[in-house]
């Protein structure tokens, strides 16, 4: 994936546009809420798209943005905080404005103020998908070093304390998919993390999926928290027709938190 800002965003979306496909995009994109998306997984681009076939439209997305689209108008970041302005006395810009849901997929880094205003942006009612995958499992044939290869194993933010988590990773666990419960059904993991409540007084946060899953209320927002990627890596973990994936992404986005943590 091609990390982008909210322009680019608009520039691709645009680009879908004229490609056309199905009911009219304007139609469409009504019915979808805004998702932004901080990744280094290839989910927006595929890895090895060309940038002129992308300015093309040429570029066919990969099957985890199709998959995801079907539910939200994807909004791909490359910071959270505020970016400064080219003009003299002239606004910053804030690349999560208007934005109420929000997926950070494996990100290379946060930065200090990419905690802050991610801290700042759920405790004021934002909702956020967070996977930090300690041991990525997918294939990617790219050479360490390439801006467009993965974080293999996912860097902690600080933010991730502060609502009081913690992930540990047990390297002796065997390379096998397993099935834990979440949400009334079934979610494919393979090589995750393990979460652990370090400071309740944080956050008010419930573990699932054999503590692979934390869903925290953090102010006026909430966080789902996974120690896995694996159903953004590989399409038949994802379930028929995404099923395991819109599982997940449901319960992310579609439970509005109630009450409010101050800590």
Not at 67 to 82: F, G, K, M, N, Y
Not at 110 to 129: C, I, T
Not at 138 to 163: K, Q
């Amino acid at each position: 994936m091609r990390r982008c800002n909210r322009a680019c965003a608009l520039l691709a979306g645009a680009l879908l546009m004229l490609a056309g496909c199905g009911a009219p995009a304007e139609t469409a994109a009504a019915a979808r809420p805004d998702l932004g998306l901080m990744t280094s997984l290839p989910l927006y681009w595929q890895a090895d798209a060309a940038m002129a076939d992308i300015a093309a439209g040429q570029s066919p997305p990969p099957w985890q943005r199709q998959l995801i689209e079907t539910r939200h108008v994807l909004v791909p970041l490359d910071t959270l905080s505020a970016i400064p302005a080219l003009a003299p006395n002239a606004p910053e810009t804030d690349p999560l404005a208007g934005i109420t849901r929000l997926a950070v997929i494996q990100p290379r880094g946060l930065s200090p103020a990419d905690n802050v205003a991610l801290d700042d942006w759920v405790r004021a009612g934002g909702r956020l998908l967070l996977a930090l995958d300690p041991a990525l499992t997918g294939d990617y044939d790219l050479p360490l070093g390439d801006p467009r290869r993965p974080v293999d194993s996912a860097l902690i933010p600080p933010v991730v304390e502060r609502w009081g988590l913690a992930i540990r990773f047990h390297e002796a666990q065997p390379l096998a998919v397993i099935a834990a419960p979440f949400a009334g059904d079934e979610i494919p993991l393979a090589l995750p993390g393990r979460i652990a409540i370090a400071d309740p007084a944080r956050a008010d946060c419930v573990l699932a999926a054999q503590d692979a899953i934390a869903t925290c209320r953090v102010g006026k927002g909430q966080v789902t928290l996974i120690a896995d990627a694996a159903l953004f890596e590989h399409a038949e973990l994802a379930g028929e027709d995404g099923a395991a994936l819109a599982r997940l992404l449901g319960a992310a986005f579609d439970q509005a938190p109630s009450g409010e943590i101050t800590g």
